[in-house]
């Protein structure tokens, strides 16, 4: 079963436009990771954040922890084509939950 | 640094075989994870090996297993195929235990169940 469930579940938008994508869980977890997935590069891990931290920046990435609302969101800022890609949000919860991921589409 | 390398890359087999799947972690590694990548059930977790023990089990048949040896690295076995156990299975190494840590995926290994 997957824990972590990502919304929307796909997106669509023009380059430079900023993607917020967000994912919910179910129970309490320790830390929450977000990968990008596509058919260059495969699964690449972004960001991790733990329980006791609200935000974290990488770059253009912003991702945000409400651990009460058992939920997180990824901000890519000033999108880019090259950023086209399957996000996934996953969380412990003694091991790897992912879900279903989010479809970015950036349009040049 | 190396990456994370599957092989093979790409097999096609029949209902009944069993296939055995290799992944070699990053150099200095300890933690290897197996995840199988279906269109239909997403990114599932198969189990993680840390320091050739395994350490946590997804929830899939007995069909499906694993070792990991005194290099890091693993294998998994998928005994008696059915046509479900078509997927991407990708393998993750990570310095410690997977799901505390950054992991670092391989390409894959794009399995065929005819």
């Known amino acids: 079963s997957q824990q972590g469930e990502e919304d929307p579940q796909a997106l669509s938008i023009q380059e430079g436009e900023n993607a917020t994508m967000n994912c919910s869980y179910k129970?309490?977890?320790?830390?929450l990771q977000w990968y990008r997935q596509n058919s260059g590069r495969g699964l690449v891990h972004l960001i991790l954040i733990r329980s006791n931290e609200r935000e974290k920046h990488s770059g253009r990435l912003r991702v945000t922890l409400d651990t009460s609302k058992k939920s997180s969101s990824l901000l890519i800022t000033a999108s880019r084509a090259a950023d086209t890609a399957s996000y996934f949000c996953a969380t412990d919860d003694n091991d790897m939950r992912f879900g279903a991921g989010t479809r970015l589409t950036v349009k040049p | 640094k190396a990456g994370v390398t599957q092989t093979p890359r790409y097999l096609i087999k029949t209902r009944g075989q069993q296939v055995t799947l290799s992944c070699s972690p990053i150099s200095g590694h300890r933690s290897v994870s197996w995840y199988q990548q279906t269109p239909g059930q997403g990114l599932q977790f198969l189990f993680e090996?840390?320091?050739?023990?395994?350490?946590n089990k997804g929830n899939f048949p007995g069909r499906f297993s694993g070792r990991q040896f005194s290099n890091s690295r693993s294998e998994m076995n998928v005994s008696t195929l059915e046509l479900g156990d078509s997927a991407l299975y990708l393998c993750?190494?990570?310095?410690?235990?997977?799901?505390?840590?950054?992991?670092?995926f391989g390409p894959g290994t794009r399995l065929t169940v005819l």
């Open positions: 129970t309490s977890i320790n830390n």
């Open positions: 090996y840390f320091s050739e023990t395994q350490r």
């Open positions: 993750a190494s990570s310095v410690g235990q997977g799901v505390y840590n950054e992991q670092f």
